[in-house]
């Protein structure tokens, strides 16, 4: 393989991760920080669908899966840039998808069509980094 490809890989893998990290990081940390009116806003969001009654564990369960998912995406990328290991990323990019998931699904049965749709760039760069994590055994640097 050419250097160059491999330097490519690499940073494929950091970008990914990086962009992962910032995005679940920043979204887990605003649950936290402003819970009340986070909560606010997705109990009058899923106020006239069939969640209604579960937004509070909904919302601790999305706090959680957001922040994990941030957190290995940080961790993994600090460890692909240092030690060229990305199996922590990996795991947060898995947990990005299953996170997003989550997310889809709550939009489409709120009906918010819209707020789906822009959810899914962000779910094809998770797929995307599943893939270029997973199959880091194959470039060495």
């Not at 997705?42 to 969640?51: D, E, N, P, V």
């Not at 998912?69 to 460890?79: D, R």
């Not at 069509?113 to 199959?135: C, D, K, R, S």
């Amino acid at each position: 393989m050419h250097p160059f490809d491999t330097l490519t890989y690499w940073l494929l893998q950091a970008l990914a991760s990086l962009f992962l990290a910032i995005l679940f990081l920043q979204s887990g940390i605003d649950k936290i920080v402003d819970r009340r009116g986070n909560l606010d806003f997705l109990t009058g969001h899923f106020a006239k669908s069939a969640l209604a009654k579960t937004v509070g564990p909904m919302f601790l369960t999305m706090t959680i899966l957001e922040t994990l998912s941030g957190l290995l995406s940080g961790i993994g990328f600090l460890m692909i840039v240092f030690m060229h290991v990305p199996d922590v990323a990996f795991w947060g990019a898995v947990l990005s998808g299953i996170s997003l998931c989550a997310l889809f699904f709550g939009q489409r049965v709120a009906k918010d069509y819209a707020g789906a749709a822009v959810l899914v760039p962000y779910f094809l760069l998770a797929l995307v980094a599943m893939w270029l994590l997973g199959t880091s055994h194959l470039v060495t640097i």
